[in-house]
């Protein structure tokens, strides 16, 4: 793991273990074709010809490999603090597109400035305090108008979505997910220098409700 944190490390399934079978168990429970699809879209949207994106938290890369590929123009970036994860991410057809980064949300470094951020499914693996730095960092690493795109879990919307909530944090611990889950988000965004932000999206999935917000600087 990448190192100068004395945070918890939560890897993308929960435990070390798992993480041979996270897109499995994201393609089977988490209804990808209902919110990725759209999340590259609006992402690609936001960024200018030639212009430069990176998802933070990238995991198996999925989200930024699509991205790569739907904008060949873009310098796109994936930052992630598993070496293990990064390896499966670079084995995926298309990843020779993108830049792949071992670091942490919130000491990551990039060359130039970038125009659009992702966080997919990476926010609720942090303690608060870690999203404040986290999201001030990915603030500051974005260009003077930049864009974040956020998908995580909110406030859960009906009795299951709560099962689930509670099942995700039997993996994921509980502190992390608890301030998304408590719909703290945008006040988090707002925190971190993101003058408006806006939700497009609620789902229902397995684990809980996942939203999909876009936040402008
Ligand atoms: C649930 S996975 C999401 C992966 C991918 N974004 C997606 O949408 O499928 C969360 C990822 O965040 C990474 N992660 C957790 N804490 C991190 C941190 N502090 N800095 C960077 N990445 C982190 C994990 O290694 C994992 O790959």
Redesign the pocket.
Known sequence: M?SG?A?R?????GVSWLTGT?DVT?ALSMRERAW?PALVQAASRDLPTGGSAV?????????TIALAQARPDARVTG????PA?LELARRKPGAERVTWLE????S?SLPVSADVA?????LH??SDD?KAA?LEHIASALSEHGVLHV?DWGPPRGPAAALGARALQLFDGREGPQSLLDGRLPEMLGAAGFASCHRHAALRTVWGTLEVWRAAL
Request: hydrophobic share 40%.
């Open positions: 990448a944190t945070e490390y939560v890897p993308a399934s996270y994201v990725r998802e933070v938290g990238c995991g198996t890369g999925s989200l930052v992630d603090g598993d994860i670091g942490l949300a919130g990551f992702l966080c997919s499914l990476m693996h942090l870690a986290g998908a």
